[in-house]
């Protein structure tokens, strides 16, 4: 009974990893808009912006019926991002897109456990906002003024020189 127990539980596990495949994450559509690499480097007041999210936001389509979808990337420590849409710097899709730049302060850390044990937050205490890094115009790409146009040939490198003052 045992070998025939092991059998079967051996053919169902195959069976899952053949149904659900060997790989992780998500999965990406085959009829997918192609994407094409973007980079570039985000300054504030002419100094690299370490850790900051660079959103490139979609048209609602490309004028053939499909959708554009928006892409992301994060600044390295000389300001520099590479953008992500389908898959890890796989870049964006070909088209016109606004921009935001966001960095927030990282919250204050929460208080210690003593003993290992949950302390939960005092309802008493207001929650502190996090603070924004950049001026608030970049936070909202439909204010930032900040575009870029992806093509699907040549160099896409989009450099942003964000500024404290207006």
């Not at 053919?11 to 808009?33: H, M, N, Q, W, Y």
């Not at 990337?73 to 870049?91: E, N, P």
């Amino acid at each position: 009974m045992n070998t025939c127990f092991s059998l079967f539980a051996g053919a169902v596990a195959t069976f899952c990893l053949v149904i659900s495949g060997c790989g992780g994450g998500a999965e990406v559509p085959k009829d997918r808009v192609p994407t094409h690499p973007v980079s570039g480097v985000v300054t504030l007041d002419g100094k690299p912006l370490e850790g900051a999210t660079v959103t490139f936001h979609a048209p609602a389509s490309n004028g053939m019926g499909k959708a554009i979808p928006s892409a992301i990337g994060t600044t390295d420590s000389a300001g520099r991002y590479k953008l992500s849409t389908w898959t890890k710097d796989d870049g964006a899709t070909p088209s016109t897109y606004t921009i935001s730049i966001v960095k927030y302060e990282a919250p204050p850390a929460a208080p210690a456990a003593t003993g290992g044990e949950y302390v939960p937050p005092d309802p008493k205490v207001k929650p502190v906002a996090p603070k924004a890094l950049v001026p608030p115009q970049y936070l909202n790409h439909q204010k930032s003024g900040l575009l870029a146009d992806v093509k699907a040939t040549g160099k896409n490198e989009f450099n942003f020189d964000l500024k404290s003052q207006p």
